[in-house]
């Protein structure tokens, strides 16, 4: 590769398929500047350390899930047939491009009201999740270790999703739908409830045949707690 033509994004590729292929502790720089036909020094000059290359690699992770999330949080439809336009209704147009999801279901499902909006944004935080460690198991674990190494990546990305959880709590409870003296503190308490859901130390769990019924259960019982 040219490296007139190299870019972050392309390096960050690369990194990817260099921890897939070697794992966290033996991954190096060295390892990534092969992949791409490119001295590590053209390396360097996008990313000044190794550190700052793995933090970097496990920011754009992390912001899949991110980006998913958000345009449930958003209120983003997709127009499909089964949308309820009839003959000579324009569809809704879409808010923003298409999130790109490493893994995870592949029907977008549509927001409703506020408790089937929180339903759904919990079911997809699982699903994409569930599917990460179980379509690429390598790749998930070498990203369990760059997690450990990275607290402030980390506390950012915790922050983004209590954010977008506040945000549905708060709309649920303007319109009615939720109970919340305090929709940040709620949030929080959901997110905790289902930890199980989301945190990678309960991955080897997510395997369960009754694990579908075990999460609709800790939702359900969590949107009895916020109903009015």
Request: charged share 30%; glycine share 8%; net charge negative.
């Amino acid at each position: 590769m040219a490296t007139e033509s190299l870019t972050a994004e392309r390096i960050l590729e690369a990194t990817e398929e260099v921890l897939r292929r070697y794992g966290p502790a033996k991954a190096t720089v060295l390892d990534v500047a092969r992949v791409l036909g490119v001295s590590h020094g053209s390396v360097y000059r996008h990313f000044r350390t190794k550190a700052a290359l793995r933090e970097a690699v496990t920011v754009r992770w992390l912001s899949r899930t991110e980006v998913a999330l958000a345009r449930i949080t958003e209120g983003a439809r997709k127009p499909d047939a089964e949308s309820g336009a009839g003959p000579g209704t324009e569809p809704e147009a879409e808010a923003g491009p298409k999130a790109e999801v490493e893994t995870g279901p592949d029907v977008e499902r549509v927001p409703g009201p506020g408790p089937e909006k929180l339903r759904d944004w919990l079911l997809t935080l699982f699903d994409t999740k569930r599917h990460k460690a179980g379509d690429d198991p390598e790749l998930f674990a070498t990203f369990s270790v760059l997690i450990d190494e990275s607290s402030g990546v980390v506390d950012a990305h915790l922050t983004e999703l209590t954010r977008q959880l506040t945000r549905i709590v708060e709309e649920g409870v303007r319109a009615g739908e939720f109970v919340a003296a305090d929709p940040a503190t709620t949030a929080g308490a959901v997110f905790a409830a289902t930890a199980r859901f989301h945190d990678p130390a309960y991955a080897p769990e997510w395997r369960k045949p009754t694990i579908d019924d075990e999460f609709s259960a800790v939702c359900d019982l969590v949107l009895r707690g916020l109903r009015p």
